[in-house]
C-alpha cells in the first residue's frame, strides 16, 4: 500500500507521550488505562530544497544534499524525477509497458494529486492504470535523459511543492505530514475512556469518527483542553474526547491532515451485570426481546444462535422484523448477511448462523410504519448488539 511510505510513526507498544517531551511511558499501563497523555500527535514540518542550474549539489533544510541536477531545455526548467524521491516526499515506480513514470505524493501536506503518472514527450498526464486525465497538462513535455526521467518544474505544485526559479537558481518549498499515533487496537473493562490528540495549531482540528452498522459512522466531538502546549518551538492545541464504550469492539477512525487513521476499543462486557443489547426508544417500546449471546461468549464461526422475543403492541401489526449483520473489516462495518423474521401471534424466534471469525453488529428492523402524523412510513432499529466470533 502506497501509504505505507508516509512519514508515520505507528508505536506498535503504545508508546504515548506526555505534554513535554512526547517520551513514551510504560506500554502496559497506558494500553490498560486508555487514558494516555496523548494518543496521536499530529504535526508539520517545512523543508526547502535549493540548487543552482546545471549543479549537482544544493542545500536541503540547511544542510549539504546532492542530487541529479535541474536542466534547462527550450527556456524551461526540468526536475529529476528520481530526486523527489530521495527527498522523502514521493515514491517513484516506472511502468516499462507505457514507459511511464508513477509519482506518489507520500507526505506532503498540500497535494492536489495522490498520483500521477508522466510519459515522455506528451504534456498528457495519465493515471495509474493507463487512462489520460483530462484537466490536467503539463506545461512542457518531459524527457529521458541517460535513464533519467525529468519533468517541467510546473508540475511540482501538483505534489504539494512549491517552486522558484530565478538568475539560475531553484527554490523548492513544500510541507510534510507528521503523525505519531498510539497502538491501534485497545482493551479495557471500563465503559469509558478518554482520547486525547495533541495536533499543531496551525492545522484544522481532527475529525473522530464512531464506526456504525451497515458502513455508518458518527462524529464524536471533542473539546479543547490546552490551547498553547509547547515542544520544540512547536505550538500545539490538545482535544480531549469522552467515549462511551459499548460492550465488544468500538471501532473509530481519525482524520488527520488528510489521511485516516482507523483504531479500536475492546470492551469486556460485565456479564451477569450488564446486557449486551441496545434498544432504541422505539424499540423499547414496541419490543420484549431475549438477551442473545453476548461479545464475550464462546461463540464459534458457524455456530447457531437465536433471536426471540415478543412485538408487545399490535398497532400497527407486525408481521415480519429484518436482521441485518455487518462485520467489520479493518476499516467500517459492512452489510454481510440479512435476513426476514416472520411474526406470528406477535412473537418470534430465529437461528441464525455467522460463518466466519470476526467482530459483528446485529440490528433487528422493523417493518416501514409512520413515527410521526403526516410523513412517510420508515422502518426503525430497534435493536441491535454486537458479537465476536473465535474461529
Known amino acids: 500500500m502506497r501509504l505505507a511510505r508516509l512519514a508515520v510513526s505507528v508505536l506498535i507498544s503504545a508508546m504515548l507521550m506526555n505534554s513535554a517531551s512526547f517520551a513514551s511511558t510504560d506500554a502496559t499501563r497506558a494500553a490498560d488505562r486508555l487514558a494516555a497523555e496523548n494518543y496521536a500527535v499530529v504535526s508539520v514540518d517545512d523543508h526547502q530544497l535549493e540548487i543552482g542550474s546545471n549543479k549537482t549539489e544544493g542545500t536541503f533544510d540547511g544542510r549539504s544534499f546532492d542530487m541529479l541536477p535541474i536542466l534547462i531545455r527550450n527556456q524551461m526548467v526540468y526536475f529529476p524525477v528520481r530526486t523527489l524521491e530521495k527527498l522523502g516526499v514521493a515514491q517513484v515506480d516506472w511502468a516499462a509497458e507505457q514507459r511511464q ?52 518544474i510546473d508540475l511540482l505544485p501538483l505534489l504539494g511543492i512549491t517552486v522558484h526559479y530565478n538568475q539560475g537558481r531553484l527554490t523548492a518549498k513544500w510541507s510534510s505530514k507528521h503523525l505519531e499515533l498510539g497502538e491501534a487496537r485497545l482493551r479495557t473493562e ?29 462524529a464524536i466531538t ?64 414496541y419490543l420484549s426481546l431475549h438477551e442473545p449471546r453476548g461479545a464475550a461468549s464462546d461463540i464459534r464461526a458457524g455456530d447457531g444462535m437465536i433471536i426471540a422475543g415478543k412485538v408487545a403492541s399490535t398497532d400497527p401489526a407486525i ?14 462495518y459492512m452489510l454481510t448477511d ?54
Do not use: C
Open 338 to 391: 440479512s435476513y426476514s423474521l416472520p411474526v406470528r401471534d406477535g412473537e418470534f424466534e430465529y437461528e441464525y448462523t455467522l460463518a466466519k471469525e470476526g467482530d459483528y453488529i446485529v440490528q433487528l428492523v422493523s417493518p416501514p410504519y409512520t413515527l410521526t402524523v403526516g410523513q412517510e412510513p420508515v422502518p426503525v432499529i430497534w435493536a441491535e448488539w454486537k458479537t465476536a466470533v473465535k474461529p
Open 101 to 152: 513514470a508513477n509519482i506518489f505524493a507520500v507526505n506532503a501536506l498540500r497535494a492536489t494529486r495522490k498520483d500521477v503518472g508522466i510519459r515522455e514527450r506528451t504534456k498528457l498526464l495519465y493515471n495509474l492504470d493507463g487512462t489520460k486525465l483530462e484537466s490536467t497538462v503539463a506545461g512542457s513535455e518531459p524527457f529521458i535523459q541517460q535513464g533519467r526521467m525529468y519533468v517541467p
Open 190 to 218: 471500563e465503559r469509558t475512556a478518554r482520547i486525547n490528540i495533541l495536533y499543531e495549531k496551525q492545522l484544522a482540528k481532527p475529525v473522530f469518527l464512531k464506526a456504525g452498522a451497515n458502513g455508518t459512522a458518527t
Open 319 to 332: 408481521r415480519q422484523l429484518q436482521v441485518y449483520i455487518s462485520r467489520y473489516n479493518g476499516k467500517s
Open 222 to 285: 471533542g473539546e479543547i483542553i490546552d490551547h498553547d502546549a509547547l515542544s520544540e518551538e512547536k505550538s500545539y492545541n490538545r482535544i480531549q474526547y469522552e467515549l462511551e464504550l459499548d460492550a465488544g469492539l468500538n471501532a473509530y477512525e481519525l482524520r488527520l491532515i488528510g489521511e485516516a487513521v482507523f483504531f479500536t476499543i475492546e470492551r469486556k462486557a460485565d456479564h451477569g451485570q450488564e446486557s449486551i443489547l441496545k434498544l432504541s426508544a422505539e424499540g423499547q417500546h
